[in-house]
């Protein structure tokens, strides 16, 4: 039934309820005429079977309350001699009403300007982060190139002393305990002479304790606590081994007592150290940022150009 004929049926005496009966009381009386017109004991071509569609289709208008809004506003005017207005007409019973479509992005040039100035300051940002990685490597390297490498020993803080020797034919300092026995012999001495044996120069004493046959001598760097990691080793030339404290590392991680590493040193100031570590992880991570914000630039510089250019002339920003 279409809207304009509302106003010739009254729905309401379909249902055998009054113009301000409840949604409850529509519903009942529905039910109670449904089960008694239902075409299935009568036949869709029945007189019963037209009465049915007549209760349905008066019960969909009533039973929704925007519909019963605008049935009743009809059915008003045409009271009051005024021509009914133009309503939605009812949807069949049963059906699902359509979603509203979800918005779209309206491109305006505003937009596509924004998009096209993101594109290149994404560039730009890409090309000077490239630019900062080159300078960075070039100065690491000339920075390597000014500093000697040598091997060292990581030597920890405890006990409250410790002594590192290097013998001629080490690649890097031993760092052994002080033994009671002659701890107090080291007093506040920060270099000592040792003894070690040939075969086995991890095995050390005082030279005036050492038997005849630990023939092998070397100067000893006392290792005080005085921090919770340190770094011993030889600078070429020098007598006993230098220690410093732990330096700054690029990699981080634990340093193990007794480990061995490899270290940098300024010949200039020996206690100016720096591991020699690899920077290829973090290089890659820096390259990695700086080509993906190369590379997007331009594709969010060119979305843009292809919107701006498909944007009708007069669209208002």
């Keep these: 039934m279409k809207t304009r004929d509302w106003a010739d049926v009254d729905f309401y005496a379909a249902l055998g309820v009054a113009s301000d009966a409840r949604p409850e009381e529509i519903s009942a009386a529905y039910r109670t005429l ?5 075409p299935d004991r009568f ?15 008066a019960y969909e208008v009533l039973s929704d309350s925007s519909r019963r809004h ?15 207005s133009v309503v939605a007409a009812p949807r069949p019973m049963g059906t699902v009403p359509r979603p509203p479509a979800a918005p779209t992005t309206r491109w305006t040039p505003r937009r596509a300007r924004a998009a096209i100035a993101g594109g290149v300051l994404c560039a730009i940002g890409g090309i000077a982060f490239g630019v900062f990685i080159l300078s960075l490597q070039a100065s690491e390297r000339r920075d390597r190139a000014a500093r000697t490498e040598v091997y060292a020993t990581i030597a920890h803080g405890e006990p409250d002393a410790r002594l590192a020797y290097q013998p001629a034919t080490a690649q890097r300092p031993y760092v052994a305990d002080v033994p009671a026995s002659f701890a107090g012999a080291i007093g506040d001495a920060r270099e000592i002479q040792v003894a070690f044996r040939p075969d086995a120069a991890d095995r050390m004493t005082l030279v005036d304790l050492a038997p005849e046959t630990w023939t092998g001598r070397a100067t000893a ?78 594709i969010l510089a060119g979305f843009g150009a292809t919107r701006l250019r498909r944007t009708p002339r007069g669209t208002r920003d």
């Design 34 to 38: 449904a089960k008694q017109l239902h």
């Design 43 to 57: 036949g869709a071509q029945s007189a019963a079977g037209a009465r049915f569609v007549e209760v349905t289709t």
């Design 70 to 84: 605008d049935y009743d506003a009809i059915r008003a005017r045409r009271v009051a001699g005024e021509a009914p």
């Design 221 to 298: 760097t006392v290792v005080h606590a005085v921090g919770p990691v340190q770094i011993t080793f030889l600078v070429p030339g020098a007598a006993a081994p230098t220690v410093v404290d732990e330096p700054d590392r690029t990699n981080g991680g634990r340093l193990f007592d007794g480990a061995q590493v490899r270290v940098l040193f300024d010949p200039d100031d020996p206690t100016d150290v720096r591991l020699a570590e690899s920077t290829a992880g973090r290089d890659l991570t820096f390259w990695f940022v700086a080509v993906k914000l190369m590379v997007a630039g331009p």
